[in-house]
């Protein structure tokens, strides 16, 4: 069954550049009525949010400052969306980064944020808890699918992302609060977090290593990512993990079951 965007409410976490504000301007593009920016950096989230309401129509886009790292700041970025917009039907889980060098946090921001973020999607927008259903759309990447040497932290994180995302997206829950929950495998693409990717390892071999592997892969630029995530939010059923690389169309990828990837004897 497709979602309708049209006329729909979003909260987009990490919305105030790369990907996560291209997600914003397609979501508006295709006539979502508002989004909420949530980010940790007031200054570009303020500068991002004026520029949408001069394009797209005053009121078009709030934003809220957010640590999503910190529970109590990540739960009122929820409610003060939630009450602004009168509910929420699009919630993107975006805020990443990719830096071995604080594990740590990256697990925090990649992992526990995300997880902490999909049950407050689920509270507000399920139906059980009174609310309309809804689309959960949170950001994986390529490195959920495959092994990387030189970020190994950052794929597990990614890993991660993609074991939450498919069994929040098993039918027990959907049945219950008529919420999709997709996943996005972004490849690499051209902001910030790319860029600084080599500064930001273990170590200085490492950081070679980690530079050298993202450069042998297609790049493309975050529009292309943002095209992708319309259409799974549209198309792609409960639990789908989606890969958008190298500038090419968004597809979905099968992931084999046990039974089906025994080797050996
Ligand atoms: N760029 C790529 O090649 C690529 C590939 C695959 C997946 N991804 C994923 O896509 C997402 C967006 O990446 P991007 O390339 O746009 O990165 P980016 O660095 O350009 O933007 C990340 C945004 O998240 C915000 N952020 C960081 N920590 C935060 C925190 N604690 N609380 C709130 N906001 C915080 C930053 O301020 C920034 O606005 C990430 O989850 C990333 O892992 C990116």
């Given amino acids: ?3 309708d965007v049209k006329g729909k409410y979003a909260l987009v976490t990490g919305g105030a550049t790369g990907i996560g504000l291209a997600y914003v301007k397609e979501l508006l593009r295709n006539g979502v ?7 940790l ?9 004026k520029e949408l309401n001069t394009e797209f129509g005053s009121g078009k886009a709030i934003f809220i400052k957010c640590d999503v790292t910190k529970a109590d700041e990540l739960t009122a970025t929820f409610q003060k969306a939630a009450q602004t917009f009168k ?11 990719l830096d071995d060098s604080r594990w740590e ?5 990649n992992v526990t944020a995300v997880a902490r973020g999909t049950w407050l999607a689920f509270d507000i927008m399920g139906k059980n808890k009174g609310g309309r ?11 959920g699918l495959q092994a990387m040497a030189g970020c190994p932290v950052y794929v597990a994180t990614k890993h991660a992302v993609v074991g939450l995302s498919r069994s929040f997206g098993m039918p027990y829950h959907f049945d219950r609060t008529g919420v999709k929950v997709v996943t996005m495998c972004p490849g690499v693409t051209d902001t910030p977090l790319i860029s600084e990717a080599h500064h ?4 200085d071999d490492l950081g070679k290593e980690c530079g050298r592997e993202l450069d042998s892969l297609p790049k493309q630029q975050p529009e292309n990512v943002a095209k992708g995530m319309l259409h799974i939010i549209r198309n792609g059923s409960n639990g789908s993990v989606w890969v958008s690389e190298g500038g090419q169309p968004v597809y979905e990828v099968a992931i084999p079951e046990r039974e089906t990837i025994r080797v050996g004897n």
């Fill in 1 to 3: 069954m497709t979602f």
């Fill in 33 to 39: 009525a508002a989004v909420a920016v949530a980010d």
């Fill in 41 to 49: 950096d007031d200054r570009k989230g303020d500068n991002a949010v």
């Fill in 87 to 97: 509910g929420l039907d699009i919630v993107i889980n975006n805020a990443g980064i």
């Fill in 105 to 109: 946090m990256e697990i925090a921001i």
């Fill in 133 to 143: 259903g809804g689309v959960v759309a949170n950001i994986a990447s390529i490195l």
């Fill in 200 to 203: 930001r390892q273990f170590t």
